[in-house]
Every structure is written in structure tokens, then in C-alpha cells.
């Protein structure tokens, strides 16, 4: 083999293309690897120009450059191949002159530099990422919020990151995303740009949805041809609080830009600017702070020193610290020294000295409220203060000192009372008047409605009158009114109410009441005393009267007020019409009362055995979420001739003979029974049952034989509230406090029912295991803004809350109710709004579907 030949097999065994040209350009020679590379045979090769290989290529240019090749030197060039089917490749060129055939010839050596090319390409955009990365950082450093930061990064992805085009899209409105910030190549076309966040066919893969939702980034490295010169784009979520904040969006011209190590970089690019934007919030937060305490020191010291009302700080052990002019004013003292060695104890009037102290240990222990107090200052001036106060604390939490505002109401006391007695009272005898009557009387029809109880009216007209009036002057008439007023009023109980109606009218409200033996009792002695002398004045000597009393009960006679008042008033002239200083009752319901006792007294004996009850149950809402996991069982009689029977009705009557233990206990069964049902529905369901006191004191009824049936429906206490009424407690032996606690024990829940119309206080409240207020419809029924009942239901709600206890607003029938109720706190609420009593299988249906 010659030298020749063994050079040709070197140059057809070598890793790179080899052609040889003259200095025109025309090829006269090529290696199988230059026509791989260039998908030419040999044979097509020698008959081609560089012309039609080279990308760009200048002939004039590359003339000078080969001539200037010296014999046997090599120069480096680079250029551009095209292929045969059009497709380009970089290439370095080492081309050699040399001698061949008598004419100067170069050699060329080509390499494929594109996967090189491409390596020191990623390189430098990694390097420039870590700038980008290095330039995020620092500015993280010295900015104090987001809003110079999001642009900054989409313009750090572009300028340093290598990337095309950037933005930073935010949820601006529901379920879309649209750019907050952008920067590079075609974001113009990003100004209206809007991507849903629901779910539709086209978003739901989008990479930047994909991130929002993931929290992870979304990567596609070959985009379709839809999306023009972009062909990789990376999604990169940015979190605030655990929560996806905003989307990075990055685009690239190149197929497969997005490898492992620049998804890290943006990664941690994303993550960097999330970390910052915590810190950003957590500044914010305690910049807030300070700014808060700072302005909260500024504004107590403005006050205490120009505030128009009194300003006092106080020590927790009671010492004045200090008092503004205006408060010092008030005490009617000339300096701060002389207010700290009275003490302000010292001017508070007595009868609200304890209510002071309570207060202030209250303040004392973190709590804030207002309080109304009388003081006398210095000279003997008297004044109503409304006092707000609330605690000052050390940085460790704990209270140093008091802080109290204070502004007289002196006047507004003055004007508020007596408009209101004016409005409610009478101005002679100081007894209710009519307008008070009838708010008062018809407050104890709903309230004997609910615990079936009777109310009795009396209307009392004074015999004569008008003949003492018209003889002795109407001086002496009023006399005589305002002395008969004060012998009524000692006639009857606290709890009972005289009202004058007008002229020589008054009438009595017996509340309450369980039967009507007593009420013949209370009428005579009220007669006797009117009937005593009246002795007026000594000049007019002793003078007599006498008086006509009808007497009506609710429910017997009459549901509604204006019945009642008709009864009473048609009552009062039988007596006047039987000869006066006499009595009657409402003839026709007292002739009925008696027969339709007795006739449903032996109905009811038979009720259980043929199994007449039936049970109705009431949702009781939660008023914040509008859900139902509550209800309350409530009893029916399924009268064979009489029809639905209220409970009203024949309760009382089942208390009065001790049938109520049987009744109760069926009821109890019934309920649970239910309960079971429906806490296998939803758990946690409660069912209420109502408790009568007569159960309470029953020796022979107890809770053990509950729970047995209780445990027989697997029915856990947790699903189970029972019912009692305020009076319960009020009377509470050892034995109701043992059984309350033996609900407890078994995790059955107590409510009191119609809170707010019985006689219990904070102190009773507090002693027994109670988990609800229920607060009475008549509160509710009448229930407007800023009126009494308002604010009354709102007392309720707090004192209920900071006893830990959840309140429930009974008798709610429009929205407007549930609207203030809710906004006071309340927890549930029940009534017409939502539902009247139901049958269970109605009531399952509706709750449960």
C-alpha cells in the first residue's frame, strides 16, 4: 500500500469531515463523513461548490482568505453547513494549504460543533441565572415590599436568565389569572391576557394554571406550533402564607431550554421571592404594631391632657394615678394630690360602691366593659357617670394599670327617665298606665303560652267616684286615686302588677299562676281594703267607697289582650250591676272551665295507653352558617274528636296530677329514639327535650332507666340537651343540683329555656351545669334595632358568652330578627323563619334529604 493510499484510509477513517478545494471554491475531494454530514454522495460532492454547502458565504471573501493561507499553516475558521434537506449546523474549520498536482489546494478538517455550542450555551444562561438569582436576592435585601420586587424578577429571568419573555400573573379577580408584571420579547401581547383557574378544557393544562393549583412547577419543553417562536416555557408557583400568591411564567425560543438545573435555579428563584414575601408581611405586621402602640401612647396622652370628658388612670389596687382637669372638675377637687388622697371610693355614692369594686376586679382581670355610677363631688354636686374602661398592659402581658373615660349623664339620666315614665307610667299614683299594662300583660300571655300557665285580669272600678270628685273637688278626688292605688298594690305579690288605666280604673295582672283557687282570695281582700275609710284630710273627715271587680282568665276565656280587657270590663259591670263592692268572673268561660277540665282530665289518663301522642320536632339553627344540627322535640296530643290538642292546654294539667312523669318519660324515649336515627346521619346530631319540674322532684322517675334505653339505641348523652325552666333553679333542691350533675356525668347537655322572663341571676346560673341560654320569643317577637327587647337580647348574648355558655333566640319569624341576632353574637336560633314543628318523618326529610 502506497502513501497515498494509506492517507486516504486516514481520511476516511477520521471522526470529521474532510474536503478539499481549490481557491474558486469547487470541491475535489470529501470523506464519507463529509458526505454524512452533508447527505450528498461523493460523486455529488465532486461536482459542488462551497457555494452550495456554506451558509452565507461570501466567495470574494473566502478567495483572499484561502490565498492568504500560507503552504503548510493551518487556520481556524467558523462558519455555517447546510445540509441537503436545508437544515443547518455550526462548524469549525481547519483548513490547510498545500501543494497538490502543481496548484495550490486547501485542505479542510470540519467539525460539528453544535452539541459543544450548545453546552457552553447552557452554561453561560446557568451563569447568568445565578446572576439573575444573585440580583433577586440582593434586592429582597433592601425592599420593604412586593411591589418594586415583581417586576424586578420578571426583568432579572430576561436580562440575566436567558429567557425570552417573563410575567408574573396574580388571581385578580374570581378564578382567573391575569399578568401583575412582565418584561421581555411580546409582553405588549399580555396586556389583556386573562387564564381561568376553573378548570376548562383548554386552561385546566395550562403550565400556569398547573402551578397555581399544584404548588409545584410546570414544565414543557416542546411547545405546540400554535404558540409562534415560543418553544419551552416553564411555570413556577410563588406562595405568601402557604398559599399560592402568584405564578412566574418564563418563555424560551429554544425546544428543551427548561433542563434540570435551570428548573432548579427558577425554583429556587420562586422560592427566594415566597420567603421574601413572608418577610414582607411579617415586617408589615409589626410595623403595624409599633405604629399602633406608638399612636395609642400619642392619643391617651392628647386626652389626658385636653380630653373634655374624665380621664383617669388607676392603679390595680385602686390608687388614682392620675385624672385629667375635666375629671378633676367633676370631683369638684382643685388638684390631682388632693383627688389621690381622698380616694376615689370616696366620692362613688354607696349604694353603687360594690357594683364599683366587681367592676374594677373585673378590669382588673383583662376584661373591658362600661359601667353607669352615681358620685357626689366635693361641694355636694351629684352626677351620673358612664364610665368605659379597659386594662393597660407591661410587655409581659400583665395589667400595670386601668384606664378609664368617664362623661356625664346627668342629664341624659334625668331626661331618659322621665320620658320614659311619662310614656309608661302614671303621673298620680306612679302605677303603670295603660300602654305599660297592655306591653306588661301581653309579655305574660306569651310567657303562660310556653309554660302553660293562667293569667288572671282584674278590672276594678271604684264605686262612687265620681260623686267624691264632684262634691270634695278633684284635690280631694286624687287624694283618694293615689291612697286606693297604694291599698291595691299591698293587696298582691311583688311579681304581680297594678296598673290605672284612666279615671277610677285600674287593673291587676296575676301572673303565673297553676289554678284558681287563691284568686277569690286576693279579690276580697282587695275589696276590704277598699272598703275601709278614707281618711283625706281632717277637715273633710273620713269619707267611703267601695268597688266592682270582674276577673278573667287567660287561656280559659280569652287568648288575646283586647278579649281579656272586654271580659274583665263586661265582668266589672256584673258586679256593679249586682249591687257593687262585689266581685264577678267572666260567667261563661268560668261555667265551661270547670266541665272541660274534668273531661279532659280523663282523656288524658287514657292518652299514653291508646297511644295518642305523637312528637314534633323544630329546627334550631346555627345562625352563622345557616346549617340545622340541632332540633327540639316538642309533645302533641292526637285528640280522637278534638284533633291536635296544644300542649298548653293539657301540660299544666299533667303537672297538676303527676301524669306528667309518664308523659315525660314517653317523650324522652321518643325523642331518643329519633336522635338515634339521625345522629347515625350526621353525627354530633342534638335532639332537646323539655324537662317539667314536676320530673325533677319524682322519686320514682330518674335518669338511670334513660340511660339503660339510651345504651340499648347506642345513643351517646353528646346527642341528647334537656330543657328546664328558670324557676327550676330558683326553688333547686340537692336532689335537681344531683341530677343536673348526673347529666353532666353523662355528657347530656341542660339548657334553660325562656331565659330572661324567671327570676335567675349570674349567681344561680353559675352554680349548676348549664351549656345553653335560650332567650324568650317575647324578646325576639318585638325585636327591632336599638329597641328595650334589643337590648336586652344583647345583655343576654354577652352574659351567656362570658359564661362560657351558647345562647339560642327562640320565636325568630323574619330575617330582620335573625339579622340583629346574629350580628349580638348569638350561636342558634329557632322559630317560624326557618321552620314551624314538624312531624319527624317531614322533619328527616327536610334536614336529612
Known amino acids: 500500500m502506497t502513501g497515498?493510499?494509506?492517507?486516504?484510509?486516514?481520511?476516511?477513517?477520521?471522526?470529521?469531515?474532510?474536503?478539499?478545494?481549490?481557491?474558486?471554491?469547487?470541491?475535489?475531494?470529501?470523506?464519507?463523513?463529509?458526505?454524512?454530514?452533508?447527505?450528498?454522495?461523493?460523486?455529488?460532492?465532486?461536482?459542488?461548490?462551497?457555494?452550495?454547502?456554506?451558509?452565507?458565504?461570501?466567495?470574494?471573501s473566502a478567495v483572499r482568505l484561502w490565498a492568504g493561507i500560507e503552504l503548510g499553516k493551518t487556520v481556524l475558521i467558523t462558519g455555517t453547513h447546510r445540509r441537503r434537506d436545508g437544515t443547518t449546523f455550526p462548524v469549525?474549520?481547519?483548513?490547510?494549504?498545500?501543494?497538490?498536482?502543481?496548484?495550490?489546494?486547501?485542505?479542510?478538517?470540519?467539525?460539528?460543533?453544535?452539541?459543544?455550542?450548545?453546552?457552553?450555551?447552557?452554561?453561560?444562561?446557568?451563569?447568568?441565572?445565578?446572576?439573575?438569582?444573585?440580583?433577586?436576592?440582593?434586592?429582597?435585601?433592601?425592599?420593604?415590599?412586593?411591589?418594586?420586587?415583581?417586576?424586578?424578577?420578571?426583568?432579572?429571568?430576561?436580562?440575566?436568565?436567558?429567557?425570552?419573555?417573563?410575567?408574573?400573573?396574580?388571581?385578580?379577580?374570581?378564578?382567573?389569572?391575569?399578568?401583575?408584571?412582565?418584561?421581555?420579547?411580546?409582553?405588549?401581547?399580555?396586556?389583556?391576557?386573562?387564564i381561568s383557574t376553573d378548570g376548562l378544557p383548554f386552561e385546566a393544562t395550562h403550565p400556569t394554571v398547573m402551578a397555581w393549583h399544584s404548588q409545584e412547577a410546570a414544565i414543557v419543553n416542546a411547545m405546540n406550533p400554535e404558540a409562534g417562536s415560543w418553544k419551552s416555557m416553564g411555570a413556577f408557583p410563588i406562595l405568601r402564607k402557604g398559599k399560592t400568591y402568584a405564578v412566574l411564567t418564563v418563555y424560551h425560543d429554544e425546544t428543551g431550554a427548561f433542563d434540570e438545573t435551570i428548573t432548579r435555579l427558577f425554583n429556587e428563584m420562586a422560592r427566594d421571592v415566597s420567603y421574601a414575601l413572608d418577610i414582607f408581611d411579617r415586617e408589615a405586621s409589626r410595623k403595624r404594631a409599633s405604629e399602633t402602640i406608638k399612636a395609642q401612647n400619642d392619643f391617651l396622652k392628647a386626652i389626658l391632657e385636653a380630653e373634655p370628658e374624665c380621664v383617669k388612670v388607676v392603679s390595680p389596687a385602686g390608687k388614682l394615678i392620675h385624672m385629667n382637669p375635666a375629671g378633676l372638675a367633676m370631683l369638684e377637687v382643685s388638684s390631682l394630690r388632693e383627688a389621690q388622697k381622698s380616694g376615689?371610693?370616696?366620692?362613688?355614692?354607696?349604694?353603687?360602691?360594690?357594683?364599683?369594686?366587681?367592676?374594677?376586679?373585673?378590669?382588673?382581670?383583662?376584661?373591658?366593659?362600661?359601667?353607669?355610677?352615681?358620685?357626689?363631688?366635693?361641694?355636694?354636686t351629684q352626677r351620673w357617670l358612664e364610665t368605659h374602661a379597659t386594662p393597660l398592659r407591661n410587655a409581659k402581658g400583665e395589667v400595670t394599670a386601668l384606664l378609664g373615660v368617664a362623661r356625664d349623664i346627668t342629664e341624659k339620666k334625668r331626661t331618659g327617665e322621665l320620658i320614659w315614665r311619662q310614656a309608661n307610667f302614671d303621673q298620680l299614683t306612679e302605677l303603670p298606665n295603660r300602654n305599660m299594662f297592655y306591653d306588661l300583660l301581653n309579655h305574660e300571655i306569651r310567657r303562660a303560652a310556653r309554660d302553660g300557665a293562667i293569667v288572671c285580669v282584674l278590672f276594678i272600678d271604684l264605686d262612687h267616684f265620681k260623686e267624691v270628685n264632684d262634691t270634695m273637688g278633684h284635690q280631694a278626688g286624687d287624694l283618694l286615686l293615689m291612697e286606693a292605688a297604694s291599698r291595691i298594690v299591698s293587696c298582691v305579690r311583688k311579681s304581680d302588677t297594678v296598673a290605672r288605666l284612666g279615671g277610677d280604673e285600674f287593673t291587676v295582672i296575676l301572673?303565673?299562676?297553676?289554678?284558681?283557687?287563691?284568686?277569690?282570695?286576693?279579690?276580697?281582700?282587695?275589696?276590704?281594703?277598699?272598703?275601709?275609710?278614707?281618711?283625706?284630710?281632717?277637715?273633710?273627715?273620713?269619707?267611703?267607697?267601695?268597688?266592682?271587680?270582674?276577673?278573667?282568665?287567660?287561656?280559659?276565656?280569652?287568648?288575646?289582650?283586647e278579649s281579656l280587657i272586654s271580659n274583665a270590663d263586661q265582668a266589672m259591670y256584673a258586679a256593679k250591676n249586682g249591687g257593687r263592692n262585689r266581685y264577678s268572673f267572666f260567667?261563661?268561660?268560668?261555667?265551661?272551665?270547670?266541665?272541660?277540665?274534668?273531661?279532659?282530665?280523663?282523656?288524658?289518663?287514657?292518652?299514653?295507653?291508646?297511644?295518642?301522642?305523637?312528637?314534633?320536632?323544630?329546627?334550631?339553627?346555627?345562625?352563622?352558617?345557616?346549617?340545622?344540627?340541632?332540633?327540639?322535640?316538642?309533645?302533641?296530643?292526637?285528640?280522637?274528636?278534638?284533633?291536635?290538642?296544644?300542649?298548653?292546654?293539657?301540660?299544666?294539667?299533667?303537672?297538676?296530677?303527676?301524669?306528667i312523669v309518664e308523659i315525660g318519660d314517653w317523650a324522652f324515649r321518643e325523642a331518643s329514639r329519633w336522635a338515634s336515627r339521625w345522629a347515625n346521619k350526621q353525627?354530633?346530631?342534638?335532639?332537646?327535650?323539655?324537662?317539667?319540674?314536676?320530673?325533677?322532684?319524682?322519686?320514682?322517675?330518674?335518669?338511670?332507666?334513660?340511660?339503660?334505653?339510651?345504651?340499648?339505641?347506642n345513643l351517646s348523652g353528646k346527642n341528647i340537651v334537656i330543657e328546664i325552666t328558670e324557676g327550676l333553679l330558683l326553688d333547686a333542691n340537692p336532689t335537681v343540683n344531683l341530677q343536673l350533675n348526673d347529666f353532666r356525668d353523662a355528657e347530656i347537655e341542660v339548657a334553660i329555656d325562656d331565659f330572661g322572663t324567671g327570676y335567675s341571676s349570674l349567681s344561680y346560673i353559675n352554680r349548676f351545669p348549664i351549656d345553653y341560654l335560650k332567650i324568650d320569643q317575647s324578646f325576639v317577637h318585638d325585636l327591632v334595632s336599638g329597641s328595650q327587647h334589643h337590648a336586652l337580647s344583647k345583655a343576654i348574648i354577652v352574659m351567656g358568652h362570658e359564661l362560657g355558655l351558647r345562647v339560642i333566640a327562640e320565636g325568630i319569624e323574619t330575617a330582620g330578627q335573625r339579622d340583629l341576632l346574629l350580628r349580638a353574637g348569638c350561636d342558634f336560633g329557632q322559630g317560624y323563619l326557618f321552620a314551624h314543628p314538624i312531624p319527624p318523618a317531614a322533619f328527616e326529610n327536610r334536614v336529612f334529604g
Not at 349 to 376: N, Q
Open 683 to 713: 353525627p354530633g346530631f342534638k335532639v332537646s327535650v323539655n324537662m317539667s319540674p314536676v320530673q325533677f322532684h319524682d322519686k320514682v322517675s330518674g335518669l338511670g332507666s334513660w340511660l339503660d334505653y339510651m345504651r340499648t339505641l
Open 511 to 561: 301572673p303565673q299562676l297553676r289554678g284558681t283557687d287563691h284568686v277569690e282570695k286576693i279579690v276580697q281582700v282587695i275589696l276590704d281594703r277598699l272598703a275601709d275609710p278614707f281618711m283625706l284630710s281632717e277637715d273633710k273627715g273620713q269619707i267611703y267607697i267601695s268597688a266592682s271587680i270582674g276577673i278573667t282568665m287567660y287561656p280559659m276565656d280569652a287568648n288575646d289582650i
Open 92 to 194: 469549525e474549520i481547519h483548513a490547510t494549504g498545500i501543494m497538490q498536482d502543481g496548484q495550490k489546494t486547501i485542505f479542510a478538517l470540519v467539525r460539528n460543533v453544535s452539541s459543544r455550542l450548545l453546552v457552553e450555551e447552557r452554561l453561560e444562561r446557568q451563569s447568568k441565572l445565578y446572576k439573575a438569582l444573585s440580583e433577586v436576592n440582593q434586592a429582597i435585601v433592601r425592599m420593604v415590599d412586593e411591589k418594586g420586587l415583581l417586576p424586578l424578577v420578571c426583568r432579572m429571568a430576561v436580562e440575566f436568565g436567558g429567557m425570552k419573555l417573563a410575567w408574573i400573573g396574580q388571581e385578580r379577580s374570581a378564578k382567573t389569572i391575569s399578568p401583575v408584571a412582565s418584561h421581555g420579547a411580546g409582553q405588549e401581547t399580555l396586556r389583556n391576557s386573562v
Open 587 to 659: 260567667t261563661h268561660a268560668l261555667q265551661e272551665r270547670t266541665q272541660s277540665r274534668l273531661r279532659l282530665l280523663n282523656d288524658l289518663r287514657m292518652a299514653l295507653k291508646k297511644d295518642q301522642f305523637v312528637m314534633h320536632f323544630q329546627p334550631v339553627v346555627d345562625l352563622a352558617t345557616g346549617r340545622i344540627n340541632k332540633a327540639e322535640s316538642l309533645i302533641r296530643w292526637k285528640h280522637p274528636e278534638r284533633g291536635i290538642v296544644s300542649p298548653t292546654e293539657f301540660i299544666p294539667l299533667a303537672e297538676e296530677t303527676g301524669l
Open 344 to 380: 376615689l371610693e370616696e366620692f362613688i355614692e354607696p349604694k353603687h360602691l360594690g357594683a364599683f369594686r366587681e367592676f374594677h376586679r373585673s378590669i382588673c382581670a383583662g376584661g373591658s366593659g362600661t359601667m353607669e355610677f352615681s358620685l357626689v363631688g366635693k361641694r355636694g
Open 4 to 60: 497515498s493510499d494509506k492517507f486516504r484510509v486516514f481520511l476516511e477513517q477520521a471522526p470529521d469531515a474532510f474536503f478539499a478545494h481549490d481557491l474558486q471554491g469547487r470541491i475535489t475531494d470529501a470523506n464519507r463523513n463529509a458526505c454524512a454530514s452533508l447527505g450528498y454522495t461523493a460523486q455529488e460532492l465532486l461536482g459542488m461548490s462551497l457555494l452550495d454547502i456554506e451558509q452565507d458565504y461570501d466567495l470574494a
